[in-house]
């Protein structure tokens, strides 16, 4: 219990979205955060990521909304095709009557630039410190505190520690174990200029093309002058979760069936980066005591529902609020956090996993998929979804 008088010390570990956030959502709480990254700098990698209204609410609460939204390009609707037949399976409008639902637009953007979004709100604020280059070796919490060791030896201490290093996350492997799951799915992906993009998928909207254990998705970053390629698969390999560089003759071998019309994208990209994914099955507890874990250390998930980040963005205000509704005292705090966060992230990971088998359908599963939403309304969709994007700070402490 720590309810001290003098200012609290957390240790974040992780410098990524999720990692930025925690420490940003702390210190509004005026908590001291010191935040360990292993890499030599703080910046992100990948390509582009979709925020949905939820995202940008929690990205308000923590006071990045207004950055990230003039460097994000905001859908007109969310599209599924059958990529076999090039049909329109469902269509969702993003406009102003979703925004008016939800609180929020619909979104995508490139993940640097939501990173620095976050980023520059951090460096602005003097409780936030950063140690760069410094890999965790160990944990140790205990009912006065934390020790964070790092491999150079060099001993952190605070008052409590929340692990936001990822899949592979050391903090999590001291607490609960690792458990994650490699689920034999490989996603590639890639970044096209606009001049090397077809004219008729320069579409300003996600839209994602659902094959036989395949999908592709498409959508534009940075105002339209480039566009995101993700393409997944189920590996004929046995896979272990990382990425590494890929190849155009992998990617094209699982994609023989498919249309000529989303199949021409797979020409477009000069590289490729290829991710071996993984999530978990989910937990009722993310630690004990003076530690506990936010973003994918706790709660690992594939792309499907485009959540990962949206959900880290959701658990690193739920930890502020639930600090401040538990008077600072850190370890009734973190049992509070987790009591909300482990069900409704656990709801996102269970529907990921089925939504990534309605994308990979085949045979008759796929009649039966496209023929799911016929005769929805944007009202009937709205409906669906509201349990997801009607997340708020205002109610972030609530089951949902």
């Known amino acids: 219990m720590t309810t001290h008088g003098a200012k609290q010390k957390i240790i974040v570990v992780g410098g990524g979205i999720g990692g930025l956030a925690a420490a940003l959502s702390l210190a509004r709480q005026n908590i001291e955060v010191l935040l360990l990254e292993q890499a030599s700098h703080i910046g992100e990698i990948g390509a582009g990521i979709q925020l949905g209204p939820n995202a940008f609410n929690a990205l308000d609460a923590l006071g990045a909304g207004d950055a990230a939204r003039k460097r994000a390009v905001y859908t007109e609707h969310i599209t599924m095709m059958d990529a076999v037949d090039a049909t329109e399976v469902v269509r969702i409008e993003t406009g102003d009557k979703f925004r008016s639902r939800f609180g929020g637009p619909y979104a995508v953007i490139h993940r640097a630039d939501i990173h620095l979004s976050i980023l520059e709100s951090v460096q602005q604020n003097p409780l936030i410190s950063f140690r760069t280059s410094t890999h965790v070796a160990d944990v140790k919490i205990s009912a006065k505190g934390v020790e964070v060791t790092d491999t150079k030896g060099d001993v952190h201490r605070a008052d409590a520690v929340v692990g936001c290093d990822g899949v592979k996350s050391v903090v999590r492997e001291k607490t609960i174990g690792r458990h994650h799951r490699v689920t034999g799915h490989v996603v590639y992906r890639a970044v096209v200029e606009l001049e090397n993009m077809p004219k008729d998928l320069r579409i300003k909207a996600p839209v994602l093309w659902a094959g036989p254990r395949?999908?592709?998705?498409?959508?534009?970053?940075?105002?339209?002058?480039?566009?995101?390629?993700?393409?997944?698969?189920?590996?004929?390999?046995?896979?272990?979760?990382?990425?590494?560089?890929?190849?155009?003759?992998?990617?094209?071998?699982?994609?023989?069936?498919?249309?000529?019309?989303?199949?021409?994208?797979?020409?477009?990209?000069?590289?490729?980066?290829?991710?071996?994914?993984?999530?978990?099955?989910?937990?009722?507890?993310?630690?004990?005591?003076?530690?506990?874990?936010?973003?994918?250390?706790?709660?690992?998930?594939?792309?499907?529902?485009?959540?990962?980040?949206?959900?880290?963005?959701?658990?690193?205000?739920?930890?502020?609020?639930?600090?401040?509704?538990?008077?600072?005292?850190?370890?009734?705090?973190?049992?509070?956090?987790?009591?909300?966060?482990?069900?409704?992230?656990?709801?996102?990971?269970?529907?990921?996993?089925?939504?990534?088998?309605?994308?990979?359908?085949?045979?008759?599963?796929?009649?039966?998929?496209?023929l799911l939403w016929q005769n929805k309304t944007q009202d009937d969709f709205y409906s669906s979804l509201e349990w997801l994007y009607g997340w708020r700070k205002e109610n972030c402490l609530q089951l949902r």
């Open 214 to 370: 395949c999908h592709l998705v498409h959508y534009p970053l940075r105002g339209g002058q480039q566009y995101n390629l993700v393409v997944t698969f189920h590996s004929r390999e046995q896979e272990e979760w990382g990425v590494k560089d890929g190849s155009k003759e992998e990617v094209l071998s699982y994609f023989a069936g498919i249309h000529e019309r989303p199949r021409q994208m797979l020409d477009c990209p000069t590289s490729w980066r290829r991710w071996a994914t993984a999530d978990a099955d989910p937990v009722d507890e993310w630690g004990s005591g003076l530690g506990t874990l936010l973003g994918d250390a706790a709660h690992p998930m594939t792309q499907y529902m485009a959540q990962g980040a949206c959900m880290a963005l959701e658990d690193a205000v739920t930890l502020g609020e639930a600090v401040a509704q538990c008077n600072h005292d850190l370890d009734a705090a973190f049992r509070l956090y987790e009591s909300i966060r482990c069900p409704r992230t656990a709801r996102v990971v269970w529907s990921t996993r089925e939504m990534g088998r309605i994308y990979h359908a085949k045979g008759v599963e796929r009649t039966v998929r496209n």
